[in-house]
């Protein structure tokens, strides 16, 4: 999925995937041929934060098992991304910027900074990020029903 560069090089496009969308592949639900297709782009930059494992560990650990937290822990490490750990006063002021600004929860203001700070195309099924539409791009994976 290159892209023309205002040099008319090609650019790399770059993605952060938000921890909804790794449950979304872990977990083979609708969307899963969208991430399918960006792990499959050569070209493409693949990102989470260090806080999505964080996240994807405590859900799994809540809804299943700590020991399969434990294994998608060691899964999600072995796929082609980046996990970016920066934590500089620059990325404390850009999330809380964000979190002030929106009503986010913290993992995903923090998220939500390091796709602005990559200039990364934002890949997630959270309804909360609708409302960051002009302050970074998005990439929507179809909501799941959920019984009420």
Do not use: C
């Not at 952060?16 to 792990?39: H, K, M, P, Q, R």
């Amino acid at each position: 999925m290159p892209i023309a560069g205002p040099t008319g090089t090609l650019k790399t496009d770059t993605y952060v995937l938000d921890t909804s969308a790794l449950l979304t592949y872990f977990n083979a639900e609708t969307g899963i041929e969208i991430i399918d297709e960006l792990f499959a782009a050569q070209d493409n930059r693949l990102l989470i934060s260090f806080l999505s494992l964080y996240e994807l560990h405590y859900i799994t650990v809540r809804s299943r098992s700590l020991t399969l937290a434990d294994m998608l822990l060691r899964a999600t490490l072995q796929l082609d991304l980046e996990v970016d750990y920066s934590n500089s006063l620059a990325d404390i002021s850009a999330a809380g910027a964000l979190k002030g600004k929106y009503p986010l929860s913290a993992v995903d203001a923090w998220i939500a900074a390091v796709a602005q700070r990559h200039r990364a195309v934002l890949v997630h099924k959270d309804p909360e990020f609708e409302l960051l539409g002009d302050q970074l791009q998005l990439l929507t994976l179809p909501y799941t029903a959920t019984a009420n």
